[in-house]
């Protein structure tokens, strides 16, 4: 089993905070920017993890029922990366999205790298894709097509602002009894 990691940014003084009520209010008013755009997606493709929630809540907001999501790795911590970012499986489905009109929603355009691979993957493989995401970045590669909000500081999202709750394995929860259940 692979525990996600949890990037800490508690010591970070200048930080942008995205609460879940604001959340609700950023899925909407992205959703209404998509709306009134000659563009009519006709699926949503969440970059994921950052952009799952996002991706979810634009869906409903725009009564998008075909979605999917790709899996992309490229932050390890706090304002680090990898060298590039990286395709993981499992693997988008791409023969199935030719000529289709796909929204690409991600958290964050940061320094945009991540949404290029997205895009470019989609548009090689006969898409037309646009993206929408919260917040950009003004060092990012790509322009979004869609965005909530400017910030050039660290975001803390509402759903890793806490550490993962973690489950102990199998052999770690026998060895923490204390003994056998009196009844």
């Known amino acids: 089993m692979t525990i996600a990691f949890h990037a800490d940014s508690s010591s970070l003084v200048d930080k942008e905070v995205l609460t879940w009520e604001m959340f609700g209010t950023a899925c909407?008013?992205?959703a209404q920017l998509v709306?009134?755009?000659?563009?009519?997606?006709?699926v949503l493709v969440a970059?994921?993890?950052?952009?799952?929630?996002p991706g979810g809540g634009l869906?409903?907001?725009?009564?998008?029922?075909?979605?999917?999501?790709?899996?992309?790795?490229?932050y390890t911590d706090?304002?680090?990366?990898?060298?590039?970012?990286?395709?993981?499986?499992?693997?988008?489905?791409t023969d199935?999205?030719?000529?289709?009109?796909?929204?690409?929603?991600?958290?964050?355009?940061?320094?945009?790298?991540?949404?290029?691979?997205?895009?470019?993957?989609l548009q090689q493989h006969g898409a037309e894709a646009r993206s929408a995401v919260l917040y950009a970045k003004p060092r990012s590669e790509v322009t979004p097509d869609y965005v909530w909000r400017q910030t050039d500081k660290w975001i803390v999202f509402p759903w890793?602002?806490?550490?993962?709750?973690?489950?102990?394995?199998?052999?770690?929860?026998?060895?923490?009894?204390t003994g056998a259940a009196s009844g």
């Not at 869906?59 to 490229?74: Q, W």
């Not at 796909?102 to 895009?119: E, F, K, M, P, Y």
């Open 59 to 74: 869906s409903y907001a725009l009564g998008i029922k075909l979605t999917d999501a790709i899996n992309v790795e490229f």
């Open 47 to 53: 970059v994921a993890r950052g952009g799952l929630l």
């Open 28 to 30: 909407r008013d992205l």
């Open 78 to 93: 706090v304002e680090e990366t990898l060298p590039d970012p990286v395709l993981l499986a499992p693997h988008l489905d």
């Open 96 to 121: 199935s999205l030719e000529g289709r009109h796909i929204l690409v929603v991600d958290d964050v355009a940061d320094s945009g790298r991540t949404l290029a691979l997205v895009l470019d993957l």
């Open 35 to 42: 709306a009134d755009s000659s563009f009519r997606p006709e």
């Open 160 to 177: 890793s602002a806490e550490p993962p709750v973690l489950v102990p394995l199998p052999d770690e929860a026998v060895e923490g009894r």
